[in-house]
């Protein structure tokens, strides 16, 4: 790895960090304006124009082209971005930002066990430790150390279903990497993104219909304009895009050993925000991220060792 590449592929990390990083936090305290089928609708209509945008720039109008690839563009768009979207924020509405942050920094090892389930590729012994020990961390985070305060206030309810937003999401980025060949990394996202977003708007239309939500009023989206720009722009486009870039210049492995900073922030600015924790929580938080950062530590050094 050149200087250059390792400074640019740092710079666009600490971009991809620094967008994703107070999601939850922002996303938490938008939910009373923008329910959760609002606010995915919202976050992915605006920044798809400008992911079209950016990808016909980059690549031309021939790389909006699907290539007999529609179906599985659209069934993976369908469960990456719609069932995400979906999963995550209306879990969010049931449980803290903190805790979602730490069960969706759980795709690591998840991956891991899908491409074993999928593949059969057994990983290594140190890495189901990590994985055993990362699930751990999660169970106290959730609990508090104490099983009854998973079902607080329907806590449990939402932590499953970020945990259901996480699978999903693994499901997306191994289609990424096993159907797509032949596609660039912005090419595959935004492909998959419009039917993804089509999916998030029929969602919204459908529970609208059925009375699950409400179109929200021009007051409730002036109180979150801000919000928006960040969502679509910030999250969206600057952070996906800033994590293909240092993937491509730093490897996959040293870009998601950065991503375990997200946790960390998130916790920060709870704090800040007045937010009080419990020791338990702490510490399933400090065992969670330094699971992943020794497994991540260990495949970094057997993929150099070969």
């Known amino acids: 790895m ?13 971009l991809a960090i620094l967008m994703w990083t107070p999601l939850f936090s922002v996303a938490k305290r938008t939910l009373p304006y923008l329910d959760a089928y609002a606010l995915g609708s919202v ?14 720039a980059a690549e031309g109008r021939e790389a909006l082209r699907y290539e007999g690839r529609l179906g599985a563009a ?3 768009g369908l469960i990456g971005i719609t069932g995400f979207n979906l999963f995550v924020w209306l879990g969010l509405g049931h449980t803290r930002p903190e805790h979602a ?24 012994a140190f890495t189901i430790g990590c994985v055993l020990l ?19 206030g329907g806590e449990l309810l939402g932590d499953l279903l970020v945990f259901c937003g996480a699978l999903a999401w693994v499901t997306y980025t191994l289609a990424g ?39 929200p009023t021009l007051e409730a989206v002036a109180a979150v304009w801000w919000q928006i720009l960040y969502f679509s722009v910030g999250t969206v486009v600057l952070g996906i895009f800033g994590f293909n870039a240092a993937a491509r210049r730093l490897g996959p492995l040293n ?8 946790p960390i922030g998130v916790f920060a600015i709870e704090a800040a ?22 497994n991540n530590l260990y495949l970094r050094g057997t993929s150099t060792s070969r």
């Open 177 to 215: 990497a096993w159907r797509f060949p032949g596609w660039s990394p912005l090419r595959m996202t935004v492909l998959t993104c419009i039917p993804g977003t089509i999916g998030l708007l029929a969602a919204n239309a459908a529970a609208v219909f059925f009375r699950f939500s409400e179109i």
């Open 43 to 56: 976050r992915y209509a605006a920044g798809i124009v400008l992911f079209v945008l950016l990808l016909v």
């Open 74 to 76: 659209t069934l993976y």
């Open 2 to 14: 050149t200087r250059a590449n390792l400074v640019a592929g740092l710079a666009w990390v600490g």
């Open 101 to 124: 942050s730490i069960i969706l920094a759980l795709q690591t090892p998840l991956t891991a066990i899908a491409v074993w389930l999928v593949r059969g590729q057994r990983p290594a």
């Open 255 to 262: 870009t998601m050993l950065m991503l375990n900073l997200i």
């Open 273 to 294: 925000l007045g937010r009080s924790f419990a020791s338990a929580e702490l510490a399933g938080a400090a065992v969670v991220i330094g699971a992943l950062v020794a």
């Open 134 to 152: 990362a699930f751990a961390g999660v169970v106290l985070v959730v609990t508090q150390g104490n099983p009854n305060a998973a079902f607080a």
